[in-house]
């Protein structure tokens, strides 16, 4: 019998996480540019889908001015919101 079932379930994760970090960790180390690429890659993919889901609004296609807008209150909102949780975290 192995004793309580979670304890060992935690041990076997806790030592899954220690081998696969230290692999993870040099994968990186020996790749940064792999890793930057698709980094970047994913990035830009993302902007671009955006891109082309707004294109297919006309009302938004029409005017740009109006999405500058829309981006620039969507981040103070979230700025806000994040301003407030930190303070709400730190308390």
């Not at 040099?26 to 792999?34: A, F, Q, W």
């Not at 890793?35 to 707004?54: D, K, W």
């Amino acid at each position: 019998m192995i004793g309580d079932p979670i304890e060992h379930i935690e041990s076997l994760t806790k030592r899954t996480n220690d081998y696969m970090g230290t692999r993870v960790q040099s994968s990186l180390s020996r790749y940064p540019l792999t890793f930057s690429l698709l980094s970047v890659f994913g990035i830009v993919s993302i902007l671009h889908g955006f891109e082309s889901a707004i294109s297919y609004i006309p009302y938004l296609s029409e005017r740009p001015f109006l999405i500058f807008i829309l981006g620039l209150l969507i981040l103070i909102f979230t700025g806000t919101l994040y301003r407030g949780l930190e303070k709400k975290r730190l308390d």
